[in-house]
């Protein structure tokens, strides 16, 4: 089964903090995604890799920044928090091989920013 | 164009009922359209998907309508259990594009 690992499950920081979001995939997938989830919005697609050391901008890019340094690792970062940050973030993870549709997520992490 | 539209928003339906939850799109290059289901505390998960050569694929008490005249789609949920209390996502994406286009979702409850 596909395993995707997200390093916390509630964070709670505070305005102008930097914030690391780890997640970790365990099945070689090329492709690695970072999601915002809020309510009424949906998925908002944040920023994207489809290999190491690769990043491409989703639709929401502003005020995040990620780094994948190795394959199985995608983080998000919070270069300065903000309350408008506070929500739930999911990681997901893909395979480039044709007819691979599927992508795997995490379980997500509730940031909160005071 | 890169808008999938989902509706209705919130949705409650007696045990036993069908539920059913309707997409819209725009790009006619999409070519593959998944649904996800979310329970809380989880992340999403693929329920099940169509491509546009079929019009509809059932797996179990799920089952996809596709319309592709219309650039429609829906999911109907058959029999509807407690248990499938969830939010429900439709989607789309190209071929050879990795990226998947999600609607807004949907809150489903089943009243026991």
């Known amino acids: 089964d596909v395993k995707v690992t997200q390093s916390s499950r509630y964070l709670v920081k505070r305005t102008g903090e930097k914030v690391f979001l780890e997640c970790v995939q365990d099945?070689?997938?090329?492709?690695m995604f970072w999601y915002r989830q809020d309510p009424g919005l949906g998925l908002r697609l944040i920023y994207f890799?489809?290999?190491?050391?690769?990043?491409e901008k989703g639709d929401i890019p502003e005020g995040y920044s990620v780094s994948r340094e190795k394959k199985e690792r995608f983080s998000l970062i919070l270069e300065s928090a903000s309350t408008n940050q506070t929500s739930m973030y999911l990681c997901?993870?893909?395979?480039?091989?044709?007819?691979?549709?599927?992508?795997?997520f995490g379980p997500g992490t509730r940031l909160t920013v005071l | 164009q890169q808008q999938v539209k989902q509706s209705p928003q919130s949705l409650i339906v007696q045990k036993g009922g069908i539920s059913i939850i309707n997409c819209a799109y725009e790009?006619?290059?999409?070519?593959?359209f998944p649904w996800y289901q979310q329970f809380p505390g989880k992340g999403p998960a693929l329920l099940i998907a169509?491509?546009?050569?079929?019009s509809e694929k059932k797996e179990g008490r799920f089952t996809i309508s596709f319309n592709k005249s219309a650039k429609q789609f829906s999911l109907h949920i058959m029999d509807s259990q407690p248990g499938d209390s969830a939010t429900y996502f439709c989607?789309?994406?190209?071929?050879?594009?990795?990226?998947?286009?999600f609607g807004k979702g949907t809150r489903l409850h089943i009243l026991p």
């Open positions: 997901a993870s893909s395979s480039r091989q044709e007819g691979a549709d599927t992508q795997y």
């Open positions: 099945m070689d997938h090329e492709n």
């Open positions: 890799s489809y290999d190491v050391k690769m990043k």
């Open positions: 790009n006619t290059a999409f070519d593959y």
């Open positions: 169509i491509r546009p050569d079929v």
């Open positions: 989607a789309a994406s190209i071929g050879g594009d990795d990226k998947i286009i």
